[in-house]
């Protein structure tokens, strides 16, 4: 529990601290051999959505960039926490199964993918303000269109481990819904708890982009 007066982020920077120092006890060979990784005396690299991130193999250190810029310290928790147990946890046999099944579904639960709830209002009403954008931003990020969602695309998170984004548009009566649907062995590449800060980044990182995109056809 958090202590009394405790600033959050002080219990965010001792988790990701703790996922550092992780890392930094793995067999980085085996972790570069599972996931086919690229790598150097210095540095693992991988790509995550749109970003290239690369984790110093020494300090552990995560640097990100986008595009052709240089490297930058730093990301957020959630983006730090989702990295490193892809790392370390995701099991060396771990394949995909072609089934798509939602959050709930990953941790035993029997309810719907729509992220309606309050912890990700905010995102969604940024995404629900561009919708019209929305195509050519998931597009951008490699996805592939499907047949459900208006629009829906699968797109790769990790080179390895896709997401099926589906979008349905509001009305009079009902608000924009956005649902997010993960191969049935995602659990095998994350903790089924580091689901939800990969879904809190992607879903900021969405908001960023259709932001961006605006403002570049103004």
């Known amino acids: 529990m958090q202590a009394m007066g405790q600033p959050k982020w002080d219990n965010y920077a001792t988790a990701a601290e703790k996922a550092r120092e992780l890392f930094l006890g793995y067999d980085q ?57 892809v790392l370390c946890w995701s099991r060396e046999d771990a394949s995909l199964s072609g089934e798509w099944v939602t959050l709930s579904a990953l941790g035993g639960g029997v309810h719907g993918g729509a992220l309606a709830g309050s912890m990700y209002r905010e995102e969604i ?41 589906q979008y349905w548009r509001g009305d009079e009566e009902f608000p924009p819904q956005l649902n997010l649907l993960w191969d049935a062995n995602t659990t095998e590449f994350l903790h089924y708890e580091t689901v939800y800060y990969l879904t809190q980044f992607l879903l900021r990182r969405l908001a960023v982009l259709l932001e961006r995109e605006n403002g570049a056809q103004q």
């Open 29 to 85: 060979e085996k972790i570069i051999t599972k996931l086919g990784l690229s790598a150097d005396g210095d540095y693992l690299y991988l790509r995550f959505l749109d970003l290239d991130y690369r984790i110093h193999r020494r300090t552990g250190l995560v640097e990100k960039r986008e595009g052709e810029g240089p490297y930058v310290d730093g990301g957020s928790f959630d983006e730090v926490m989702t990295l490193f147990d």
């Open 125 to 165: 009403a940024k995404i629900a303000r561009w919708e019209g954008l929305l195509s050519p931003v998931l597009e951008g990020l490699g996805g592939r269109r499907m047949e459900k969602g208006e629009p829906g695309y699968v797109i790769p998170v990790f080179d390895f481990l896709p997401v099926y984004v």
